[in-house]
C-alpha cells in the first residue's frame, strides 16, 4: 500500500478543484503534483492563463493559488505498480470535505479518465457534485498534443 505524501494545495480564493488520479514515482520524489518531466500539465495550465510556465514548487504554488486552481488527487493510498494507473487496487479515496469547506470550489476537474473512474466511483456520491473531466496531461495520452490540451483545458478559465 503506497500512502499520498503530497498535501492539497488550495486557498478560500479557490474557484476551481483539479483531482488527478494519484501522484506518479516521479511526483512522488518530487515532493509536488505532476513532477514527471514529460507531463503537461504546467505547460499546459499556464498557457491556458498566457503565463510564463512555473517551475519550482514555490512558483507551482503560486501559480495555482492566483488563479484560484486547488490541486489535488482522487486517491489517498492504494497499491500501484510503479505510476502505472492500470495496476491501481485496494483505492482509499481522499477526503475532500476540508478544501470544500474552506474554499469557494464551483467546478471540480478530473485531469483524465482514470480520475474520472475513481472520483466517480469513490467519491461523487459523498460530496454530491459531478466533475468535469479533462483530457489526461500525462506523457501516456499521446494523442492529445499540448496545443489541443490547452484548447481542451480552456475550461479553467471562470
Same mark, same amino acid.
Given at each position: 500500500m503506497v500512502s499520498h505524501p503530497i498535501p492539497p494545495v %488550495?486557498?478560500? *480564493? +479557490?474557484? =476551481?478543484?483539479?483531482? @488527478?488520479? %494519484?501522484?506518479? =514515482?516521479?511526483?512522488? #520524489?518530487?515532493? %509536488? %503534483?505532476y513532477g514527471h518531466p514529460q507531463n503537461r500539465f504546467w505547460k499546459v495550465t499556464s498557457a491556458v492563463f498566457d503565463v510564463q510556465e512555473?517551475?519550482? /514548487? #514555490? #512558483?507551482k504554488k503560486d501559480f495555482l493559488l492566483s488563479h484560484g486552481i486547488a490541486v489535488w488527487d482522487v486517491i489517498a493510498s492504494c497499491d /500501484?505498480? @510503479?505510476? +502505472? $494507473?492500470s495496476s491501481i487496487k485496494n483505492v482509499v479515496p481522499n477526503d475532500l470535505t476540508h /478544501?470544500? $469547506?474552506v474554499a469557494d470550489i464551483r467546478t471540480i476537474c478530473v *485531469? @483524465?479518465?482514470t480520475a474520472e473512474k475513481f472520483y466517480n466511483k469513490y467519491i461523487k456520491d459523498t460530496v454530491g457534485r459531478p466533475a468535469v473531466c479533462l483530457p489526461s496531461t500525462s506523457p501516456a495520452n499521446a494523442a492529445w498534443s499540448p496545443e489541443r490540451l490547452t484548447e481542451a483545458w480552456k475550461q479553467l478559465i471562470l
Open positions: %488550495f486557498d478560500r *480564493n +479557490s474557484k =476551481v478543484l483539479i483531482l @488527478g488520479s %494519484f501522484p506518479s =514515482v516521479k511526483s512522488r #520524489e518530487a515532493q %509536488f %503534483f512555473p517551475h519550482t /514548487i #514555490e #512558483e /500501484i505498480t @510503479g505510476s +502505472s $494507473d /478544501i470544500l $469547506d *485531469n @483524465g479518465k
